[in-house]
């Protein structure tokens, strides 16, 4: 099992990124995917989520309306549109896949939101 996260990186605020997270070694679409972050010092939390067929989808409040998650079943990849950057978005993004007892997680991506 991969979850391979990419499209990190630092960039102004009101910047735009667009994470990507390639995944094998399982069916991909069979499984929700979720996109997590963690900011030095502070705890790993939920960002955005999407389920198995792409047709659900949740946020966290920090993130509503400046944040869109999606998923390329054909390409086993999720995506995370990530607009209007903030400094506080600044944290190590985690790609997560579960279903049921199963939770698989990436290597992370480092954002950097600065001047």
């Known amino acids: 099992v991969q979850l391979v996260e990419s499209g990190g990186g630092l960039v102004q605020p009101g910047g735009s990124l667009r994470l990507s997270c390639a995944a094998s070694?399982?069916?991909?679409?069979?499984?929700?995917m979720s996109w997590y972050r963690q900011a030095p010092g502070k705890e790993r939390e939920l960002v955005a989520a999407?389920?198995?067929?792409?047709?659900?989808?949740n946020y966290a409040d920090s993130v509503k309306g400046r944040f869109t998650i999606s998923r390329d079943n054909a390409k086993n990849t999720v995506y995370l549109q990530m607009n209007s950057l903030k400094p506080e978005d600044t944290a190590v993004y985690y790609c997560?896949?579960?279903?049921?007892?199963?939770?698989?997680w990436g290597q992370g991506t480092q954002v950097t939101v600065s001047s």
């Open positions: 997560n896949a579960a279903r049921i007892n199963l939770k698989y």
């Open positions: 070694g399982f069916t991909f679409s069979r499984y929700a």
């Open positions: 999407i389920n198995s067929v792409g047709d659900s989808t």
